[in-house]
């Protein structure tokens, strides 16, 4: 019988030598990488069944490289294992087509039942990552045309930071600015981009690669 074949791609050596452990008796193992510009490679010349990968990868993020992916493959499944615990990046990742979402702390005990479940056509999403069913998730980012190259660079900065979690006061300490030029900045943000929420602002600087 034909295995299902997989693609791994975290930058961190451990995690993908443990998934290898825990999944090579199961399945076929076609690659592992360590950055997204590498999983996009080896994605198109590999052509997987299902990729697993991290959202934080260097040179080009996880949400980012699988919305290439999927533009080229796009029967392709997609498991995310982070150690992002909210749900703002589990909406980027169904956004780009992921079926499953896999928290870090938990992976090795889960890793295996969220691969045959996402393989068998099923959704899988670590138990408490989210209180609300994602047919409630709303997708702002589809719906808008903007995209990042319309922000000033003292805009970028400040979505970098919001999107890190830095309140106001943080974020005008770092930028040595005031709190009150930071806010205004957010506004103005907001509305270049049509959104409404710092939620939003975060799923949209992971969608556009700026963290």
Same mark, same amino acid.
């Given at each position: 019988?034909?295995?299902?074949?997989?693609?791994?791609?975290?930058?961190?050596?451990?995690?993908?030598? *443990? =998934?290898?452990?825990?999944?090579?008796?199961?399945? !076929? @193992?076609?690659? #592992? &990488?360590?950055?997204?510009?590498?999983?996009?490679?080896?994605?198109?010349?590999?052509?997987?069944?299902?990729?697993?990968?991290?959202?934080?990868?260097?040179?080009?993020?996880?949400?980012?490289?699988?919305?290439?992916?999927?533009?080229?493959?796009?029967?392709?499944?997609?498991?995310?294992?982070?150690?992002?615990?909210?749900?703002?990046?589990?909406?980027?990742?169904?956004?780009?087509?992921?079926? *499953? =979402?896999?928290?870090?702390?938990?992976?090795?005990? !889960? @890793?295996?039942? #969220? &691969?045959?479940?996402?393989?068998?056509?099923?959704?899988?999403?670590?138990?408490?990552?989210?209180?609300?069913?994602?047919?409630?998730?709303?997708?702002?980012?589809?719906?808008?045309?903007?995209?990042?190259?319309?922000?000033?660079?003292?805009?970028?900065?400040?979505?970098?930071?919001?999107?890190?979690?830095?309140?106001?006061?943080?974020?005008?300490?770092?930028?040595?600015?005031?709190?009150?030029?930071?806010?205004?900045?957010?506004?103005?943000?907001?509305?270049?981009?049509?959104?409404?929420?710092?939620?939003?602002?975060?799923?949209?600087?992971?969608?556009?690669?700026?963290?």
């Amino acid at each position: 019988m034909k295995q299902d074949r997989i693609l791994l791609a975290d930058d961190h050596a451990l995690i993908l030598e *443990g =998934f290898q452990a825990i999944l090579t008796p199961h399945y !076929e @193992i076609v690659g #592992a &990488v360590a950055d997204g510009i590498s999983l996009v490679e080896a994605a198109l010349h590999c052509k997987p069944d299902l990729i697993i990968l991290d959202v934080t990868m260097p040179l080009l993020n996880g949400i980012k490289a699988a919305g290439q992916i999927r533009k080229k493959l796009s029967g392709i499944k997609l498991l995310f294992v982070t150690m992002h615990s909210s749900p703002t990046y589990l909406q980027a990742a169904f956004h780009v087509g992921a079926t *499953g =979402f896999v928290l870090k702390s938990s992976a090795r005990e !889960e @890793i295996l039942d #969220a &691969v045959e479940k996402v393989m068998k056509g099923q959704v899988y999403i670590t138990p408490g990552v989210v209180g609300e069913s994602l047919e409630h998730f709303r997708d702002p980012i589809a719906k808008q045309a903007v995209n990042a190259s319309s922000l000033t660079a003292r805009e970028r900065e400040i979505l970098q930071l919001i999107a890190k979690g830095h309140s106001n006061k943080e974020t005008g300490y770092l930028l040595r600015v005031s709190a009150k030029t930071v806010a205004w900045h957010r506004e103005n943000i907001k509305n270049k981009l049509g959104l409404r929420s710092t939620a939003e602002l975060t799923q949209y600087a992971i969608q556009e690669g700026l963290v």
